[in-house]
């Protein structure tokens, strides 16, 4: 009786976790063929031979290689979150979650310590199921010449993610089910906690948690130092240092960006960009990104995502306290702040990110191209801004023109096109002048 019940047990666990993976396979399928049906680059009629057509500005042999990284870069980023999920979902379902607390329990350790080392035993699991569609993410990248195969510097900078992330799921989830067993508007409490965390996060970026990936130093040359001034100037941007990134041993891919609040606000340019931008290209990309400063984006985004986490914690909170209250027994979560429901609140929260992803990218596109237009009407330099895409999309292979799919889940900017149509217009009203 006991062997015919525990193959009852079994098979009730593995049913779920079957029928999760036999979804993961068809979605991973779907996502491809849809992706391998979008893969040629299309142009519309009208921009056919002008400057917003790759034809123009990239070989035959450039166009392949993006084509086929383009499909495999996309398929890649849908597949990965889903694959996160399946390996929490294994987790619940499949009685891990519930038999690590168990194990953890008779070790009698203190209650803090107990929940560190299970969140570092589910983090870790999640993280080294990831890891060889991460590195096939950048093996793609290595394969198509965009990347150089530095795999020592990748791990690196992956156990460094692997670390953070591990410290704000143990700081965010460890709260969230420390209120759950203390307070009924734990909802509430925890969003409270994550407003100052967030802002303090924004602020400290740049000068803590950057330097861990990347290699800076004060710019060495005087006379771009000179220009990006008088440029800050001319936008009424106050801006400390401005560092020069040492990107060339990583990637051939030219870059700029600013970046911090107040008083960590930095301009950065990779050596990439020193190298192979004229002056025009660069200082309209740092237009670009003062434009983000004059319009306040910074701001924006952030109040965005404090009320977006508002929301996310009622939503997500709601429903884990629904799930873990109806099925618990059955996953052997005893009680919504028991660490076995880690699994459960991470698979949700996961899940709601990425489900209200489009928005999060609407609003960013929307800075963007207000940005551009900022860039566009302080320099004047739209053609440099074309020919800074042409260089760009012909070393980093990048898409000119994505699938809509791909588009609204995970564009943070206009396509590339978009912008160059942007800027072709711009150059016919200021000849119209």
């Known amino acids: 009786m006991d062997?015919?019940?525990?193959?009852?047990?079994?098979?009730?666990?593995?049913?779920p976790v079957l029928l999760?993976?036999?979804?993961?396979?068809?979605?991973?399928?779907?996502?491809?063929?849809?992706?391998?049906?979008?893969?040629?680059?299309?142009?519309?009629?009208?921009?056919?031979?002008t400057a917003a057509d790759p034809a123009t500005y990239m070989s035959a042999e450039q166009m392949k290689k993006t084509e086929s990284l383009r499909l495999w870069r996309r398929w890649l980023a849908f597949v990965i979150p889903a694959w996160t999920w399946l390996v929490f979902w294994v987790l619940i379902a499949g009685g891990f979650a519930a038999r690590w607390r168990d194990a953890l329990e008779?070790?009698?350790?203190?209650?803090?310590?107990?929940?560190?080392?299970?969140?570092?035993l589910v983090w870790t699991a999640a993280s080294l199921a990831a890891l060889p569609l991460h590195l096939a993410s950048h093996d793609v990248n290595v394969y198509h010449g965009v990347a150089a195969p530095a795999y020592s510097g990748w791990l690196m900078d992956y156990a460094t993610s692997f670390v953070l992330d591990y410290l704000a799921v143990l700081l965010l989830a460890g709260t969230?089910?420390?209120?759950?067993?203390?307070?009924?508007?734990?909802?509430?409490?925890?969003?409270?906690?994550?407003?100052?965390?967030?802002?303090?996060y924004v602020f400290i970026h740049p000068?803590?948690?950057?330097?861990?990936?990347?290699?800076?130093?004060?710019?060495?040359?005087?006379?771009?130092?000179?220009?990006?001034?008088d440029l800050a100037a001319r936008a009424n941007v106050a801006v400390g240092q401005i560092y020069e990134q040492e990107m060339s041993s990583v990637t051939s891919v030219a870059n700029a960006h600013v970046t911090g609040i107040g008083s960590t606000l930095r301009i950065v340019i990779w050596d990439?960009?020193?190298?192979?931008?004229?002056?025009?290209?660069?200082?309209?990309?740092?237009?670009?990104?003062?434009g983000h400063i004059v319009k306040r984006h910074m701001l924006i985004q952030t109040v965005y995502a404090l009320l977006g986490t508002l929301v996310l914690i009622g939503i997500g909170?709601?429903?884990?306290?629904?799930?873990?209250?109806?099925?618990?027994?059955?996953?052997?979560?005893?009680?919504?702040?028991?660490?076995?429901?880690?699994?459960?609140?991470?698979?949700?929260?996961?899940?709601?990110?990425?489900?209200?992803?489009?928005?999060?990218?609407?609003?960013?596109?929307?800075?963007?191209?207000?940005?551009?237009?900022?860039?566009?009407?302080?320099?004047?330099?739209?053609?440099?801004?074309?020919?800074?895409?042409?260089?760009?999309?012909?070393?980093?292979?990048?898409?000119?023109?994505?699938?809509?799919?791909?588009?609204?889940?995970?564009?943070?900017?206009?396509?590339?096109?978009?912008?160059?149509?942007?800027?072709?217009?711009?150059?016919?009203?200021?000849?119209?002048?």
């Open 3 to 15: 062997s015919a019940g525990d193959q009852g047990t079994a098979y009730r666990r593995k049913k």
């Open 20 to 49: 999760a993976v036999a979804l993961f396979v068809v979605y991973a399928a779907l996502m491809l063929a849809y992706l391998v049906y979008t893969a040629p680059i299309t142009v519309p009629a009208e921009y056919a031979g």
């Open 106 to 120: 008779r070790r009698r350790l203190p209650r803090v310590l107990r929940y560190a080392l299970y969140a570092l």
């Open 176 to 200: 969230a089910q420390w209120l759950m067993s203390r307070h009924r508007r734990w909802k509430l409490k925890l969003w409270l906690i994550t407003v100052p965390l967030g802002v303090f």
């Open 207 to 229: 000068v803590w948690i950057a330097p861990l990936y990347e290699t800076v130093k004060p710019l060495s040359d005087e006379r771009v130092e000179r220009a990006v001034r």
């Open 272 to 290: 990439t960009a020193l190298d192979s931008w004229s002056d025009e290209e660069l200082l309209f990309t740092l237009a670009h990104e003062m």
């Open 317 to 433: 909170g709601w429903m884990y306290e629904r799930f873990a209250g109806k099925w618990g027994a059955r996953w052997g979560i005893r009680k919504p702040s028991d660490m076995a429901g880690l699994p459960l609140l991470l698979l949700l929260g996961l899940f709601l990110m990425f489900a209200t992803q489009p928005a999060d990218m609407a609003l960013s596109r929307y800075q963007e191209r207000e940005a551009d237009r900022y860039a566009m009407e302080l320099t004047g330099f739209a053609r440099a801004r074309i020919s800074q895409i042409h260089k760009y999309l012909s070393t980093a292979l990048q898409d000119p023109n994505p699938p809509r799919l791909y588009h609204w889940w995970f564009s943070t900017h206009p396509s590339y096109m978009e912008r160059m149509v942007t800027a072709m217009r711009f150059e016919e009203e200021k000849g119209g002048r």
